[in-house]
């Protein structure tokens, strides 16, 4: 059963990624404006030998069989602006940048998101419970770019202490890092605050206090595990707010990653980077949230499939 | 709060004695949306920022679009309340009419995505069959798509402007309203009240509209509230990448954006916005978290 779920939920994924590429395609087929537009007029037969050497003076079926079989051979095809890149060196170069920078992201968002929920819970309706939600609540109300902009200004401009941009060491990673944690980190310490003010009160909770172990033991040893569950379906989301985030923040910092790439490319109208990165993009999260799926299963054998199947259908 | 309305609202534990009079569903719910401080706070800010956005336009001494070159950049002062920007216009103007096009776009998305995820979740639930399979097997498609890739895609192949955000935002928008209506109407489905009015007489179209959408109206309203400040995010996302409303208009996301390379010497150009972007989202949150527990006391944490 479980074997058969995945086999479907994996024809699903391709069949979405397929319409991704499509949509895509037609999308910058219906764009106005043509790539190699520029202040001085081009004579026309530079333009013409460039449209076919782009192959742009084919028919658009053809155009769209030729893509479709670049993406299945991983061949995203040249910049229109950059000469002599094609989109798989942008990717090469960019993605392993972001890539970084997300995960360390990604870590301080679950490590600090769960130890302010946790101490919420713990501490439920005393002070320090209302100081974690409100610090949550304005994590999730201020947007990703005014906390970089904010975090710039403060920690680079006012107090010298931090890189104001650019990519290289460790020092460089911390403010975007930070940007990019801070809404994913709210909404992890409320999500891990329910489920935990839940567990809080399970009978077996009452068994292990009423054995003598003190809170720290409690919390550490039976009711952490079991109010993690549910933010692990967070981590879906999560890498998906954290990649739409990279757009604004590698922008914000200077940051030569696929995200700033992906921005830079939408300025200048360059048509094969744009689809090229919205399909990888589109790939990467899909199979993250596969891969959640699959790690949610085997961590939590409580789960069946079928029901699984029942209240996502 | 009147003390007799505390009591009906919430009748103590061990008592047996009825209210004397029923309390309507809304009455109850807004008895207990007023109890909730920080949702009040929201509230207000909102109905503050919301009227200040329609009148202050009319009464201020300055225009959105008129320039003061030899006034570019200057701080703060008492003939500009906020400052001026790198053309000398007026902030404290333009954040009004920022706050407009911000707030009409994020209430406008809203309302459209309430409309037709409403009515879709709400066919799919009741017809059921091989329908619903097929209608609820599309939102699966749409949902596991990128939102955000798309709303850019579809704002860079189109003309920029208000309309433009508006049908971006909405064209995967609604997918979620959808999914939650359908999974409420199968729940309200089961009922024996549904049953009766269907051995009465009743069409299944009024079976819809009397019984089955009304009785989810509680989270239709609360995925509503909270979908505002989505949008309103997303729209100041989109013109911070560039793919805003066109200048002069500025909507606070463009303000911002523009503020952001001169936010070494003419802070203010920055701080504003983003002050009126995170003060605006911060209300909205407060008072969707609080319309939800209110609807739906069973959910509060």
């Known amino acids: 059963m479980k074997h058969k779920y995945f086999v479907r939920k994996f024809f699903l994924l391709i069949f979405s990624l397929f319409i991704v590429a499509t949509a895509t395609f037609f999308l ?25 050497h782009y192959g742009l003076d084919q028919p658009w079926y053809i155009q769209y069989v030729k893509y479709l079989k670049g993406l299945v051979t991983w061949d995203l095809g040249p910049s229109f602006k950059y000469e002599g890149r094609t989109v798989n060196d942008i990717i090469r170069e960019g993605f392993p940048v972001s890539f970084i920078l997300g995960l360390e992201a990604i870590t301080i968002a679950l490590f600090s998101g769960v130890i302010l929920g946790t101490i919420a819970a713990v501490k439920r309706s005393r002070w320090q419970d209302n100081f974690a939600m409100i610090l949550a609540v304005v994590g999730i109300s201020v947007p990703n770019f005014i906390m970089a902009t904010f975090l710039q200004y403060l920690f680079s401009m006012k107090m ?32 891990t605050r329910a489920n935990m003010v839940e567990v809080l009160e399970q009978d077996y909770v009452q068994t292990a206090r009423s054995k003598g172990l003190s809170t720290y033991q409690v919390v550490l040893k039976h009711v952490l595990k079991n109010s993690l569950l549910p933010v692990l379906t967070y981590l879906g989301p999560l890498t998906s707010t954290i990649l739409t985030g990279s757009f604004i923040v590698e ?63 | 709060m009147k003390e007799s309305e505390v009591l009906i609202a919430t009748p103590p534990p061990f008592s047996e004695a009825l209210p004397e009079k029923g309390i309507s569903y809304w009455r109850d719910a807004w008895i207990r949306l007023r109890a909730n401080r920080p949702a009040v706070f929201g509230l207000t800010v909102l109905v503050i920022m919301i009227s200040s956005a329609v009148i202050v336009p009319f009464f201020s001494p300055h225009t959105y679009y008129e320039t003061h070159l030899a ?59 091989k329908i619903e399979e097929f209608m ?12 955000l890739l798309i709303v850019i895609l ?38 024996d009240f549904v049953m009766a009015a269907y051995m009465l007489g009743a069409s299944r179209w009024r079976v819809l509209f009397r019984h089955l959408i009304p009785n989810s109206i509680g989270s239709i309203i609360t995925t509503m509230t909270l979908t505002i400040p989505a949008a309103i995010f997303t729209e100041a996302f989109l013109s911070f990448l560039g793919l805003g409303v066109q200048a002069p208009i500025a909507s606070w996301g463009t303000m911002a954006s523009d503020g952001l390379s001169a936010l070494r010497y003419y802070p203010w150009r920055l701080i504003f916005p983003a002050g009126f972007i995170s003060i605006t989202m911060l209300a909205l949150n407060l008072l969707g978290d609080g319309i939800r527990d209110a609807f739906d006391p069973r959910l509060r944490t």
């Open chain 1, 251 to 313: 922008k914000i910092f200077g940051i030569p990653g696929l995200g700033g790439w992906f921005v830079n490319s939408i300025t200048n109208r360059d048509y094969t980077v744009i689809m090229g990165v919205t399909v990888f993009y589109s790939a990467s999260l899909m199979l993250c949230v596969l891969g959640v799926d699959l790690m949610y299963t085997v961590i939590d054998p409580r789960i069946r499939l079928e029901n699984k199947k029942m209240v996502d259908g």
């Open chain 1, 160 to 191: 010298d202490l931090l890189p104001v941009a650019r990519w290289g060491s460790f020092s460089h990673s911390i403010l975007p890092a930070l940007s990019l944690a801070a809404l994913p980190t709210a909404f992890i310490a409320r999500l």
């Open chain 2, 71 to 129: 006034l570019k950049n200057s701080a703060p002062s008492a003939t500009f309340w906020f400052g001026t920007d790198e053309l000398g216009r007026d902030l404290f103007t333009r954040i009004w009419w920022g706050a407009r096009i911000s707030l009409f776009v994020g209430i406008a998305a809203a309302v459209i995505d309430m409309a037709i995820g409403v009515f879709y979740g709400a066919f799919a639930g009741m017809v059921g069959g």
């Open chain 2, 136 to 147: 609820m097997r599309m939102t699966d498609i749409l949902h596991s798509l990128p939102h």
């Open chain 1, 28 to 52: 910058m087929q219906a764009a106005p404006g043509d790539p190699f537009m520029q202040e001085q007029a081009i004579p026309e037969e530079i333009m013409n030998s460039m449209y076919a």
């Open chain 2, 154 to 191: 579809l704002m860079v192949i189109m003309k920029p402007g208000v309309t433009t955000i508006l049908i971006a935002l909405t064209i995967t928008g609604w997918i979620n309203m959808a999914r939650i209506v359908r999974a409420q109407i199968l729940q309200i489905k089961q009922n």
